[in-house]
């Protein structure tokens, strides 16, 4: 079956500009989580959801940064007025219902804000 | 306030030797631990997992051993490969909501298998 996948894989901006950046969890997975990979880094969590409902955005870095989740699918993260420090690799990733809710990430987007 | 250390930052084995990475931790919430692969240009991918109650889990090259009285826990990659080389991972994961889980990662490792 298909995984998690994400759009663009790349993306290129100017400082100032807003992005959107899309995730198409794999079907049935409940829990959908946004995570923020820095060159040379390791993984910062975001946010997550449980069905359309984000309980806790306090890992959102700035009020910059939002997301949203609609019909417990798709998702979408947006950066207003991106900043130098937001190029990163964004990742997505989703769970299943399960005791472990073992996640399965997506191939994440490549965020260059120049 | 880094709540998974991961050592060391960088590893170099020979073909068929063993790695070793190692992770503690410090939340005695934390009620899984799974190890991540992650090769270049990819997301990170699901290798082995295991919960507190055990102290050691096998998958073929791959076994993981947990103390949990030390709140350490390690891989260990047997007979490495040159296709072993990438980045890994490890984290400890807590309840959040629902079925929802808050994994914390450790910083990684690179591992790279020498032909």
């Known amino acids: 079956g298909a995984g998690v996948s994400q759009s663009p894989s790349n993306k290129v901006t100017e400082k100032g500009k807003d992005v959107e950046l899309r995730c198409d969890p794999i079907s049935g997975h409940t829990a959908l989580y946004w995570y923020r990979q820095s060159l040379g880094q390791g993984l910062e969590f975001l946010i997550y959801f449980q069905g359309n409902s984000a309980p806790d955005k306090s890992g959102l870095p700035s009020d910059r940064f939002s997301a949203e989740r609609t019909g417990g699918s798709v998702s979408t993260l947006t950066i207003q007025r991106t900043q130098q420090e937001d190029s990163a690799v964004y990742l997505c990733a989703s769970s299943f219902s399960s005791r472990e809710g073992k996640q399965f990430f997506g191939p994440g987007t490549r965020l260059t804000v120049l | 306030q880094q709540q998974v250390k991961q050592s060391p930052q960088s590893l170099i084995v020979q073909k068929g030797g063993i790695s070793i990475i190692n992770c503690a931790y410090e939340?005695?919430?934390?009620?899984?631990f799974p190890w991540y692969q992650q090769f270049p240009g990819k997301g990170p991918a699901l290798l082995i997992a295991i919960r507190p109650d055990v102290s050691e889990k096998k998958e073929g090259r791959f076994t993981i051993s947990f103390n949990k009285s030390a709140k350490q826990f390690s891989l260990h990659i047997m007979d490495s490969q040159p296709g072993d080389s990438a980045t890994y991972f490890c984290?400890?994961?807590?309840?959040?909501?629902?079925?929802?889980?808050?994994?914390?990662f450790g910083s990684g490792t690179q591992l790279t298998v020498l032909p």
């Open positions: 984290a400890a994961s807590t309840l959040l909501f629902g079925s929802a889980r808050q994994l914390t």
């Open positions: 939340n005695t919430a934390f009620d899984y």
